[in-house]
């Protein structure tokens, strides 16, 4: 039934031709200002954890680049990942679709439906094999050959491996993409996986979080056309300019758990004056992400400023290493790395806290896969 | 007779198949398939009942606050908690602006181009353009430079070659109807609206840290402290910038949803007789005061009798699994009520890659809720119904006025076109009552109620030993309900029957239809190619379908094997 290339509905007499106007220039003639392209560099060269003289670098190099095409697939998802997509501000959504890329699949936005889509997406990845970028939201389900998802009558494993193995590079958006996420939570009843374990072979950066933070996405991609590579990841994947510091680090109440100054209650006088969240449960002394810095819905907050714990959610197995979320984080026997070179606090000497090795942390609470009977340490 | 296949279709959220038979130009019967599974139901066996919201709410990433809300619910009347009014105020903020937002988004980005044909726009006029938009709303971008503006903006981006997102669509179809005009105003809108959702919903990011998701929620209250005299809680400061965004989100649904609403509709009347459904409603109400007193009120409407409004009482709820691809031990055709619900996964369809589902057997995801064995449509038109025939003043003022602005009766809401008015008319309904709940927030910390958070309650260790409770709550989408059962302070059985379960639904044991299937059937087909109409008419419901399949059961196998000794 289904007609494979199906093109010829709408658009065919403008084709998809391969144009030489590089991004500089297309904004040029849509009337945006070089001021604001200027500006849009600045921000993203601070996103992308650069010093501020790199911005006109940036600038250069993305007025030499194409419009790249980026082709966007929803599997195991919630969708958040593309919620998150909308609220996104530097660049805004609206310049993305128009202006920076050529967004030629996004299941919940494109106006096509059906197999005009397949053909679109089709068309996509054979006119662009090897230099479009694709982006993955859900984990994609192993088990039973993959029935639990399914698109077009295609399963989302066999949709991966065509269509993340062609491209230039993979965005794992989120941490069901990056690591399979809530459905890879104990006991995972439908095999979920990240892209990374679906298609071995695929070139995959990792954007955990839940949801992603659009601006390490767009971040993510503007680094790719600044420097003509992806960046530099960590051990999990994660670019080290978003994920290089633990939340605990960077956040703006650690100065409160140095001097022992902590919630004890949901609303007494500590919450009330933004004192330390750790004993409600906070995850971010063992969690990796710019949370603090970056913080979401154009920098207006983020979890711990807002009141709640960080859940850890941009660490893999989070879900189940990770929970009951209000349950504090253990004490650890010995310290990584990385706490020698952290101040641990007075709270700390006061009997009051413990510090965490972060690695450690994991790796430990990773045998503990059935939920703990204890909900408060002390 | 041809049977047509949609799959997958878009601007939705999740991944919902249509199969549909055409005779003669119309649709004469239809199936709805949800494609995705994951099974957080049992993945929620034995955690921690207070971190529930936090996992429910990945169910869905776009209706991103509802499965929290429903979940705190359940928890709180399990355990007998009463919450501040406060919390209960913020929740009701919370709520208000998820479905300002969610509407404004569904119908410019996800259904307003099966009615406009931006490419149309390219040939508008934009003086005549301009002198429409004045002619229906005083909103300030109306002038022929800026239409010409955003006509320019789009030529050249056609002019490059690269349609992106709008490649490959209906373009042209016969069935699109807007002079080009109407479909320039409507991109322009388009364009705003994407600029609009991302700064109201600042609210949650204030409220609750982010959106999506929000990190906010407790049970026995919410997160975010008060205090006029901190930076690091509610004060004067916070509180006037969501009074700022509400009003924002007040003046784009007054000034431009609701007059493009009335303007494209005034063009597809023939849509008020199309889509009918079920013609069962249901709504569970809304917006709690502090005696637990709902503004929206709950209520069902039985066979589209706006003369009788039916209570709706929990108990009567069952799901079925006849056509869904999972066992049932309490045998074939019998339903479980939600407290008893269970959920054994078993794909018995095709193998992919596949053509066609066998639509004689089993051939969902979704599973099939029935009210007293009936079918039953839920959301915004839904909450209108049962609120217009409870003599909702502030709802019957809108209906009347929008069925007389269009110049048609009460029967013209059981309709395609019916559902996608009555969003517009719930999302002016909300954007007016959400200001309210904050100046009684306001008006309640201004006389020194701090409380966010009834603590009594927090440890476990003040839980019983057993016990099990509702939560429900109208979501952008509809009557959604959550029901759980705490044992040894951990989750011991877990329930979600959400909106777009019941009106996703694939048929029962008795073959009933479930209302997206009910809606499509006369639904006429000018291209079965290019099916535009079916796309109309299953957007007109919003779809939902990672939060429809969940299936919640978190006790999976023990408890077939508890009922079957």
């Known amino acids: 039934m289904r007609k494979k290339n199906d093109v010829e509905h709408g658009d065919a007499k403008h084709g998809f031709s391969d144009h030489d106007c590089s991004i500089g220039q297309i904004l040029r003639e849509r009337g945006v200002s070089r001021r604001d392209f200027l500006k849009f560099c600045s921000v993203m060269t601070a996103a992308m954890a650069l010093p501020a003289s790199f911005a006109p670098r940036v600038a250069q190099a993305l007025d030499e680049v194409k419009r790249p095409t980026l082709v966007w697939l929803e599997m195991q998802s919630c969708t958040g990942d593309s919620e998150a997509l909308l609220r996104s501000a530097n660049p805004t959504v609206a310049e993305i679709i128009l202006d920076i890329l050529s967004v030629d699949y996004h299941e919940t936005i494109m106006a096509a439906a059906g197999h005009q889509a397949e053909a679109a997406l089709d068309k996509a990845i054979a006119d662009f094999k090897g230099k479009y970028i694709c982006v993955v939201e859900g984990s994609i389900s192993m088990k039973d050959d993959g029935v639990y998802g399914t698109t077009g009558g295609k399963t989302h494993l066999e949709r991966a491996r065509q269509v993340c193995g062609g491209a230039l590079a993979t965005i794992a958006v989120g941490t069901c993409a990056s690591y399979g996420g809530i459905a890879a939570a104990v006991p995972n009843p439908t095999g979920a996986v990240g892209v990374r374990e679906a298609v071995p072979g695929a070139t995959v950066v990792n954007l955990p979080g839940c949801p992603v933070n659009a601006d390490n996405l767009t971040a993510t991609i503007v680094h790719y056309l600044v420097f003509g590579k992806i960046p530099a990841l960590d051990s999990h994947g994660r670019p080290l300019f978003a994920y290089g510091k633990r939340i605990h680090d960077n956040c703006e109440r650690r ?96 009997g009051a806290a413990a510090a965490f090795a972060v690695h450690g942390v994991l790796s430990a609470l990773r045998k503990d896969k059935e939920p703990a009977d204890e909900t408060k340490e002390d | 007779m041809a049977k047509i296949v949609v799959d997958p279709i878009t601007r939705i959220e999740g991944h919902l198949r249509i199969e549909a038979e055409v005779n003669n130009g119309t649709i004469i019967d239809a199936w709805s398939s949800a494609t995705m599974f994951r099974g957080i139901e049992k993945i929620l066996k034995g955690r921690d009942p207070r971190d529930a919201w936090f996992w429910t709410q990945r169910f869905c990433g776009v209706c991103t606050t509802v499965h929290s809300i429903a979940s705190v619910r359940a928890v709180e009347n399990a355990l007998k908690i009463k ?110 609206a994407l600029e609009w959702q991302k700064d109201v919903i600042k609210v949650h990011a204030i409220l609750g840290s982010k959106n999506p998701h929000p990190q906010t929620f407790l049970v026995g209250g919410m997160a975010i402290p008060i205090d006029p005299d901190s930076q690091n809680a509610l004060n004067a400061d916070k509180l006037i910038e969501i009074k700022r965004l509400l009003k924002k989100a007040q003046d784009f649904v007054e000034k431009v949803y609701i007059p493009d609403l009335l303007a494209v509709a005034s063009f597809y009347k023939d ?102 064995e009936k079918a039953m449509e839920v959301g915004p038109l839904s909450r209108v119904l049962v609120a217009y025939a409870s003599g909702h003043k502030e709802t019957k003022a809108f209906v ?45 910390i201004s006389k020194g109620d701090y409380r966010i958070h009834a603590n009594e309650k927090w440890e476990p260790a003040e839980w019983p030993a057993e016990a099990s409770g509702y939560g429900m709550h109208e979501a952008p989408r509809g009557a959604l309900g959550h029901w759980i059962k705490i044992k040894d302070k951990k989750i011991f059985n877990y329930q979600a029957v959400v909106p777009s379960t019941w009106n996703a639904s694939p048929r029962d044991a008795k073959g009933q239809r479930g209302p997206y299937e009910a809606a499509l059937v006369g639904t006429p087909i000018a291209d079965p190619n290019k099916p535009l109409e079916i796309l109309r008419t299953i957007h007109s419901f919003d779809p939902c379908l990672a939060c429809a399949v969940h299936v919640l059961d978190a006790n999976g196998n023990e408890m077939v094997k508890v009922k079957v000794s």
């Open chain 1, 255 to 350: 100065p409160h758990f140095d001097a022992g100054q902590y919630v004890e209650q949901w609303g007494d006088e500590g919450h009330r004056k933004g004192f330390c969240l750790y004993k409600m449960g906070c995850k971010g002394p063992a969690t990796f992400h710019n949370c603090p810095s970056q913080r979401y819905n154009e920098k207006t907050s983020w979890p711990v400023a807002s009141g709640h714990g960080c859940a850890g959610c941009s660490e893999p197995g989070f879900w189940d290493t990770m929970s009951p979320m209000y349950k504090r984080l253990p004490n650890v026997p010995g310290f990584g790395v990385e706490a020698t070179a952290d101040k641990i606090g007075i709270g700390l000497v006061a």
């Open chain 2, 83 to 192: 919450i501040p009014p406060n919390a209960e105020l913020i929740r009701n903020i919370i709520i208000g602006t998820q479905n300002i937002q969610d509407h404004v988004i569904h119908f410019y980005h996800l259904h307003a181009l099966d009615w406009v044909d931006i490419t149309s726009g390219l040939k508008a006029d934009p003086a005549k353009t301009s002198a429409l938009a004045a002619s229906i709303s005083d909103w300030p971008n109306n002038s022929a430079t800026y239409f010409k503006g955003v006509q320019d903006k789009l030529k050249a981006f056609v002019s490059s070659g690269r349609l992106g997102p709008f490649a490959n669509a209906y373009w042209g179809h016969p069935a699109y109807k807007l002079p080009p005009e109407a479909n320039l105003m409507a991109t322009a809108h388009y364009l705003e």
């Open chain 2, 271 to 372: 849509w008020a007789a199309i889509g009918g459904g079920v013609g069962n409603y249901m709504c569970y109400g809304e917006f709690p005061d502090a005696n637990g007193n709902m503004w929206f009120p709950a209520g069902a409407i039985l066979d589209k009798d706006l003369s009788k409004v039916v209570k709706v009482d929990q108990g009567k709820i069952a799901e079925y699994v006849d056509h869904s691809w999972f066992d049932n031990s309490a045998g074939a055709g019998k339903g479980l009520h939600p407290y008893d619900g269970e959920t054994e996964v078993r794909y018995t369809g095709p193998k992919p890659p596949y053509e066609h589902l066998d639509t004689n057997a089993k051939y969902s995801f979704v599973k099939s809720p029935r009210y007293d």
């Open chain 2, 400 to 444: 009347d006025l929008v069925l007389g602005k269009l110049g048609v009766g009460a029967g013209a809401l059981f309709s395609t076109l019916g559902r996608t008015a009555a969003r517009g008319i719930d999302c002016l309904l909300n954007a007016q009552q959400t200001p309210k709940f904050l100046d009684e927030l306001i008006n309640n």
